[in-house]
């Protein structure tokens, strides 16, 4: 970029959680190519940036008062890291500054410059140079609501961008300090053993308005140690899921910690699990040939009284046509399918059901050994199958060269969603294609789950199912570029079971399936 133009609104006008800006989107911003290239601004991402420490000096003048750093040819990084390109300075960096201070009245600071520079106080945009035109700004403390005495945060950040002149001056009255940062930590272990767990994923969410947002992710040590570290002041929470054979007894309550940084003096925040004795139920779906069958509802009910029986779960048969009861207490059980138009049950005899008393019916301890299968033959009328797909807000062919037609949908928020699920549909066009079911979509937490919902008569053979943080699955090549792919053999997100998107900024869906339709 040589262009010289001023591009502000960039970011947003608030500090990210990491201490880094937040993208604000490519629209209205021309001097920007993307949230996938400015991600790697301030991140160190392979064979695109990588970062190293350093420092800039800010000199004292006693006269003034104040504090001056006067940076004309400003290249810091000359034959370091990735190099010059053959160029005669290293001109494509970025810089970031975390500092502290007390604040006082009278105090200010001031930028001027022709790089993108952005200065945050208290976590707020309060000087935006986006773009290379060259500008000089000023910013009145007094005018932000800061209270004296209070303790406060200053961050700038600095990109050159052009294989031109470089350089950013930076005055102020604030005797700046190192910004402080804070660790939480604590122990994953057996409750009833008191040996550490290994490998337990523990998640760090913090508190924006009243609002948890998901933060970061750890895995526990072969200790049961868990860290996180470099945490700016703040309110957070630190928990975790609890799967079976699991249960957690520590800490009570709903089993999260509640922690405000700084504390006053450092916890320890535990986390305490027993091994419960659970039985699975399991088997396979076949038709008449013992192949497997995809997509279809098997029933588990448990027995409440001498002839009354209570629907407890119910699962979707997968591309292998297995389905499994985990977690399951002692007791009598019958397992059923949903019957389906086109299709003649041969086995289970009698009822076409299971019955099966735990413990000693069960398909495996902890775990599921193979066990109740079902067979199904088809009848004999017409068929044919056709490619479906959820619709959505964004078009496959948006984002690759493929003619294949299909949607996504996102970014979602936290709710629940029914998508129509369309078959034949070509050119993205509803009209050209049929209504064939519904996908439902569940996103509360940091859980995403999606089922599909085919209207009666109509057979899902195959699924595919992408659960992520772009429109569709994707790579990064050597140069940082996206490059997306609609296959769905690269969609391979759980049917019908809770996906963890603790980890995504934003989050996307896409939902294909092979549908078998009666014929007319």
Request: hydrophobic share 30%.
């Amino acid at each position: 970029m040589d262009s010289d133009t001023a591009d502000t609104g960039i970011v947003l006008s608030y500090l990210g959680a990491d201490l880094k800006p937040v993208y604000a989107g490519q629209t209205g911003n021309p001097t920007t190519h993307g949230d996938v290239y400015f991600s790697m601004w301030f991140n160190d991402a392979y064979s695109y940036n990588v970062s190293a420490p350093g420092s800039i000096a800010f000199l004292y003048d006693s006269a003034a008062g104040s504090y001056t750093f006067d940076g004309p040819g400003f290249f810091p990084l000359d034959n370091q890291l990735l190099g010059n390109d053959g160029l005669s300075h290293n001109y494509n960096f970025t810089m970031e500054m975390h500092a502290a201070f007390t604040y006082k009245a009278g105090q200010t600071f001031s930028c001027a410059g022709g790089d993108d520079v952005w200065v945050y106080i208290d976590n707020r945009l309060v000087i935006d140079l986006g773009g290379d035109a060259e500008r000089a700004v000023s910013v009145d403390l007094d005018r932000l609501g800061l209270t004296e005495g209070g303790r406060y945060g200053l961050d700038l950040f600095f990109a050159k961008r052009r294989t031109s002149e470089s350089g950013f001056t930076a005055t102020t009255n604030i005797p700046l300090e190192p910004r402080e940062s804070y660790q939480l930590r604590g122990y994953k272990y057996n409750g009833a053993t008191g040996e550490p767990i290994n490998g337990w994923p523990i998640y760090l969410e913090y508190l924006k308005g009243s609002e948890w947002i998901s933060f970061k992710s750890t895995l526990t040590g072969t200790d049961g140690l868990y860290v996180f570290s470099d945490l700016p002041a703040g309110d957070y929470r630190i928990k975790e899921y609890a799967e079976a054979p699991w249960s957690q007894v520590y800490p009570g309550g709903d089993g999260m910690h509640y922690v405000t940084l700084p504390e006053e003096s450092p916890g320890r925040y535990d986390f305490r699990n027993v091994k419960i004795t659970a039985y699975s139920i399991r088997g396979t779906k076949y038709d008449a040939e013992r192949k497997p069958l995809a997509g279809f509802t098997i029933i588990l009910e448990k027995q409440s009284g001498t002839d009354t029986w209570t629907e407890v779960a119910r699962t979707i048969t997968d591309a292998n046509g297995g389905y499994c009861f985990g977690g399951l207490s002692d007791g009598v059980y019958r397992v059923s399918e949903e019957k389906r138009t086109g299709w003649t049950q041969l086995y289970p005899a009698g009822d076409g059901k299971h019955i099966v008393t735990l413990p000693e019916g069960a398909s495996g301890k902890d775990d599921c050994a193979p066990d109740y299968d079902f067979m199904n033959t088809r009848n004999s009328c017409g068929f044919h199958e056709e490619t479906a797909w959820a619709y959505g807000n964004h078009e496959n062919n948006d984002y690759t060269n493929s003619s294949n037609w299909g949607w996504s949908n996102g970014p979602i928020k936290p709710g629940i969603y029914d998508y129509p699920l369309y078959a034949g549909a070509g050119q993205n066009d509803p009209n050209k294609g049929m209504l064939v079911g519904h996908v439902h979509v569940e996103y509360a937490g940091a859980h995403v789950t999606v089922t599909y919902k085919p209207f009666v008569g109509i057979e899902i053979i195959e699924t595919h199912l992408w659960i992520g943080d772009k429109p569709l699955p994707y790579k990064i090549d050597k140069k940082g570029a996206v490059k997306y792919q609609s296959a769905p053999g690269k969609m391979n997100a759980p049917v019908g079971k809770a996906f963890d998107v603790s980890a995504f900024a934003d989050v996307y869906v896409a939902a294909h399936a092979v549908v078998r339709i009666p014929n007319d």
